[in-house]
């Protein structure tokens, strides 16, 4: 085997590299755990852990019909999962009619399912009304004279979803004694609107939409950014027949408008759900603040391991004595210290996101883990390039350690204290280590400042290539 590549191979099969992998998954994991434990926005979605997976949406109607004094009620529906497919299992419907009787019926589905239920109601005792008065049942006019009173309504109705792999849940489906559009959404909270009038609607919102009517018609939705339309679609549904929409919201929509008949309802609009866009909001807030702290340490420590102590205490010498030069060992060592970083990274945004796929089902977008991986990684590659030009340059490990400190402290302290400087936005986009990190984060957040994200991607770039370059042509002219 030739000496550099065993040079290689030596560094990368390191305990140390092992370590920093094992490290970055635990600290992963704390984090998304936190967030469901601590946070209160995961506290209030998860208190009800394990009934996460199961959403809802429905049509219950409800008719009484005074001739035999009994009342129909019919609950249309559709379970979902997080991902909005369909749940297959067990659907038990309850409800609870005159004098708190039970009613309960249990179908199996396939997402869709509906269920009816007939009883008597009472008699309702008569009170005069004033001549000429209509008498009303449901939209009938039955006649004029004496107006019975209201006939006694059932109390809310409840239902309970069994999913083939034990999860339930209960919600409270309808509590009128006309047509309503139910939502019991689960823990991923999808962007929703309830629309009750001459025509009701269910709908909720998710990349794509679930919908389900009382009626045939149009649906129409507007997207906003504050005050400003940015666009619609329609749609078409049919009565009592569950629609998947593919929803195309223009970019930076904060909001939606979604019209079914002659009634209307405004809702938030969030790209991710309204979980995805509160753990996007939690990971660049508090995670990626926090991991700018404590990663590049492990980072610095890395790279000083790895080269500069090394060369410090006389132990490249020796290696040197093989037909290995110095431009091998520098960026053979590099290069192992940047895959334990890349893999170390990948693995702790990857361990993020799988365990918030456990607490919740809910499955982030793909490009959002590459691109919060492929920040935090020119973020910690730009310290180790730092650390591999400073043991080039010098042959005392001390000066590592502390211009590898100095280096931390202007990029995590004094860049982020200095928002008060009219400069403050070019140090933001184009100055501070892994600038292109705002760029991600613009696109992820659909908000941000207007900049060129091509020069920040450079700037970021030139941080981790620079003083790799320079540290390497320094290394060659000195003295081992």
């Not at 329609?234 to 019209?259: C, G, H, M, Q, R």
């Not at 590592?400 to 402290?409: A, C, E, K, V, W």
């Amino acid at each position: 085997m030739r000496a550099n590549i065993y040079d290689l191979k030596r560094s990368l099969m390191r305990v140390s590299t092992l370590f920093v992998i094992i490290l970055f998954s635990i600290i992963s994991a704390a984090f998304a755990v936190q967030f469901f434990t601590h946070n209160p926005f995961g506290q209030t979605l998860y208190g009800g852990y394990p009934y996460q997976g199961v959403n809802l949406i429905g049509i219950a109607t409800s008719h009484y019909y005074p001739s035999n004094s009994t009342f129909l009620i019919t609950v249309y529906g559709y379970a979902f999962n997080n991902q909005g497919q369909p749940i297959s299992g067990t659907v038990e419907v309850k409800v609870l009619g005159p004098n708190n009787a039970q009613y309960v019926k249990s179908i199996s589905v396939d997402g869709v399912f509906n269920a009816s239920f007939c009883f008597k109601v009472p008699p309702a005792p008569s009170s005069p009304a004033p001549p000429g008065t209509p008498i009303y049942f449901g939209n009938q006019i039955s006649g004029t004279g004496f107006q019975p009173s209201p006939p006694i309504i059932p109390y809310p109705s409840y239902i309970l979803v069994l999913s083939s792999g034990g999860v339930n849940r209960m919600q409270q489906f309808f509590n009128t004694n006309s047509t309503s559009p139910v939502i019991a959404t689960s823990e991923v909270c999808y962007t929703s609107a309830s629309i009750s009038g001459d025509k009701s609607l269910a709908f909720v919102q998710m990349g794509k939409a679930i919908a389900l009517s009382n009626a045939n018609g149009v649906v129409k939705v507007v997207f906003y950014n504050q005050k400003k339309v940015l666009g619609e679609q329609t749609f078409s549904v049919v009565a009592y027949k569950v629609k998947e929409l593919d929803i195309n919201a223009p970019y930076n929509t904060t909001a939606v408008k979604v019209f079914f008949g002659n009634s209307s309802k405004v809702s938030g609009y969030y790209q991710y759900t309204e979980l995805g866009n509160n753990l996007m909001s939690y990971f660049y807030s508090l995670v990626f603040l926090l991991l700018e702290i404590l990663l590049p340490l492990f980072v610095i420590y890395l790279g000083y391991s790895y080269f500069a102590e090394p060369r410090g205490r006389g132990s490249l010498e020796f290696i040197l004595s093989r037909p290995v030069t110095k431009t091998d060992i520098y960026v053979n060592r590099y290069i192992a210290n940047v895959v334990t970083v890349g893999v170390a990274s990948f693995v702790l945004v990857a361990v993020f996101y799988l365990v918030v796929y456990f607490y919740s089902q809910y499955m982030v977008p793909l490009y959002v883990i590459v691109l919060n991986w492929l920040g935090l990684f020119l973020l910690l590659t730009t310290y180790l390039s730092i650390v591999y030009f400073t043991g080039g340059l010098f042959k005392s490990s001390n000066y590592t350690i502390l211009i590898g400190g100095l280096s931390f402290l202007i990029d995590s302290f004094l860049f982020q204290i200095m928002g008060f400087m009219p400069k403050y936005y070019f140090i933001k986009y184009y100055v501070q280590f892994a600038s292109v990190n705002e760029a991600i984060k613009h696109y992820i957040m659909l908000q941000g400042d207007s900049f060129s994200v091509p020069l920040s991607l450079l700037a970021s770039l030139s941080w981790v290539f620079i003083p790799f370059l320079l540290g390497l042509l320094a290394f060659k002219k000195r003295d081992i």
